[in-house]
């Protein structure tokens, strides 16, 4: 959720900060502040709401010089978001400044304990007690190197219960920036006469793409000429190197009115990147990284795929080529509920995590829970050197380049081919599929950018009607098969970008009690199975279509180019490329996104950064 930014060089440090802050903002967030070491004392600022907000006051402030520095967008745990509780908090002497993204579980008994000492809490956030404890173990700690920012940061995460990263100064330690993770992001960029702590690589991108992952239950002191990296215990930790593929530039939005905008039209490329280099030479589909042997995976009697919102719905549409061309069982789960639902796991059950960033708490706990009870995982991320990437035993990355727009469009269509890739993977070592069939398979995801392409290159009449619709208070999806969970999305991003309410069904659950809620007037988004490869379904949601009609409920139908007889019961026509079954969401979910994005603009709300909603969510 939040964002860290951390800076120890040459530059400036204020100026640093408040770009990589600028970098972060897609991220979601409700304050916003910083700090700098200078002339041996800690200058901050910090103002709730917007990043402009801390912009304007640090515009009317004395100049806060030094090239040693911090800051952070903040979204509101523990603690409204106000001015007192944005982010950095100080300790009672104001020489440490402290920033954190997650949430620290036994904050009351740490709090309790740290007033009973003597020290005023002056915020409502559990941040401000790490201020505090960093204070008494800088003070206490008298052996030789033990009073260092780094030894007392290492002391006081062995008292924290919970979700942390944490970024500190010390104006009595000017040199150094500190920062500790445990089960939330934080990486190391690496410069030339500086380096930066960040919770995303975007922070800093515009600087260095040399990059360092940051372990679990690691602590990390950057100066301007060194990184060092230890574990809890002070032992030096293994760390490992990356670079960023991609640019500052990349992150811009290159003439589009909004982030996500873009990002929508960047789907063919995204599409086609998350396809290249599946192969070896002899033909073979690899994945980009694996741990497992082809005997370990033919063993694998049962699947369950864990992911969260949009990948969740990824996550659903993969059941159905899992099941097709493995021939093995696939369960689909709420990371979030996994964990309580009591799962029957074994050995042989491969678990599929899903996740954007890589750092979704609850599909990473989710993991680890699978890992403790010996099941074999592979992801399907965006973000390498993240979380649940390094905890896994086999990865696809999406290669879905920066999605900054909080509501995810083209992480969901990569998602998709990624998911696609793994099923075939599997298939190939378990021998359910030929060769020549994998290979048929693979030339239809090759032929997907341009289908996707042709699908934008008509979205006027989704624009159109997305405007006709903004003053509705409701709007339902409805699709069977694959198109089930793109009306599950349609509905979502409708919600998250909206504000309205919105509901997909499978269609056949209409006559089950949904059909209640059809009202004239009431617009209704219907995914069409395609006419030839599945003539029953598509025959059933005809039947479907004509009953709302029957009620006076507004049709948009999305339906398959040449599609005749759905064709005279739409109210709104959207035709989609002829494309096999399985492949029809990477089409159909295009028009859904175009529909919300455009809604939303027309009733003034700010498309990439929905009220309520960071991009991603590091917290339980």
């Known amino acids: 959720m939040c964002g860290i930014v951390g800076y120890a060089g040459a530059r400036q440090a204020l100026d640093v900060v408040v770009e990589g802050l600028s970098k972060l903002e897609y991220r979601g967030y409700d304050s916003a502040g910083v700090a700098v070491l200078a002339d041996g004392k800690v200058a901050w600022e910090k103002r709730a709401g917007k990043l402009a907000n801390l912009t304007a006051a640090l515009a009317q402030s004395p100049p806060m010089a030094g090239t040693v520095g911090l800051g952070h967008t903040r979204w509101a745990t523990h603690g409204a978001p106000t001015d007192p509780n944005a982010h950095p908090h100080t300790d009672c002497g104001e020489h440490i400044a402290v920033v954190h993204n997650g949430i620290i579980e036994n904050f009351a008994d740490l709090r309790a304990q740290l007033q009973a000492a003597g020290h005023v809490i002056s915020s409502d956030t ?158 073979r589909l690899m994945l980009d990284e694996m741990r497992l042997t082809d005997d370990e995976l033919r063993q694998v009697d049962k699947i369950i795929v864990l992911a969260c919102g949009t990948a969740y719905h990824a996550g659903l549409i993969a059941k159905y080529a899992i099941e097709h061309w493995c021939n093995i069982p696939c369960d689909v789960q709420l990371a979030s509920e996994f964990r309580y639902s009591e799962p029957i796991l074994t050995r042989t059950t491969l678990v599929i995590a899903i996740s954007q960033s890589g750092e979704t708490l609850d599909t990473l706990m989710a993991v680890r829970h699978a890992r403790e009870q010996h099941c074999r995982v592979l992801s399907v991320c965006n973000v390498r050197g993240s979380s649940i990437p390094r905890e896994s035993d086999g990865v696809v990355y999406t290669h879905a380049g920066p999605e900054i727009a909080v509501a995810s469009t083209k992480a969901f269509l990569t998602q998709l081919v990624s998911c696609y890739v793994v099923a075939l993977y599997l298939a190939q070592v378990q021998g359910t599929m030929f060769a020549s069939e994998i290979d048929t398979v693979l030339d239809q995801l090759r032929a997907m950018p341009g289908a996707v392409e042709e699908v934008l290159e008509v979205m006027g009449p989704v624009r159109e009607v997305a405007r006709e619709l903004a003053a509705e208070p409701c709007v339902l999806f409805l699709g069977r098969h694959v198109g089930h969970p793109v009306a599950l999305e349609g509905a979502l991003k409708l919600k998250e970008l909206a504000y309205m309410h919105a509901e997909g069904f499978a269609a056949g659950e209409l006559k089950h009690g949904p059909i209640a809620l059809i009202e004239p007037g009431l617009p209704v988004a219907v995914v069409v199975p395609p006419p030839k490869d599945m003539a029953v379904l598509h025959d059933k949601v005809v039947s479907n279509i004509q009953e709302i009609r029957a009620r006076g409920a507004r049709t948009i139908v999305l339906a398959e180019r040449g599609d005749a007889k759905v064709a005279q019961f739409a109210d709104t026509l959207i035709e989609l490329p002829v494309v096999p079954p399985l492949m029809q969401p990477l089409v159909a979910t295009v028009p859904l996104q175009v529909f919300a994005c455009e809604l939303a603009d027309a009733k003034g709300h700010d498309v990439d950064q929905p009220r309520n909603l960071a991009k991603s969510v590091t917290v339980e």
């Not at 060194?226 to 809890?232: A, D, E, L």
């Not at 293994?238 to 589009?256: N, S, T």
């Open 126 to 283: 559990d941040t401000e007690l790490v201020a505090h404890l960093l204070e008494d173990e800088v003070a206490g700690q008298s052996a030789p190197g033990a009073g260092s920012l780094a030894a007392a940061m290492r002391a006081v995460c062995q008292r924290l219960d919970g979700t942390f990263t944490l970024v500190a100064v010390d104006a009595r330690d000017p040199d150094v920036v500190v920062g500790a993770r445990r089960n939330s992001p934080l990486v190391v960029g690496r410069g030339h006469g500086e380096n930066f702590l960040a919770s995303d690589v975007a922070a800093f991108i515009s600087f260095t793409k040399q990059a360092t992952e940051i372990g679990q239950d690691q602590v990390a002191e950057i100066r301007a000429d060194s990184v060092t990296v230890t574990n809890f215990d002070g032992t030096l930790a293994q760390v490992r190197d990356f670079v960023v593929d991609w640019d500052a530039e990349a992150a811009e939005k290159a003439g589009f009115k909004w982030f996500m905008t873009k990002e929508i039209a960047e789907q063919p490329r995204a599409v086609a990147d998350a396809l290249v280099g599946r192969t070896d030479a002899a033909g």
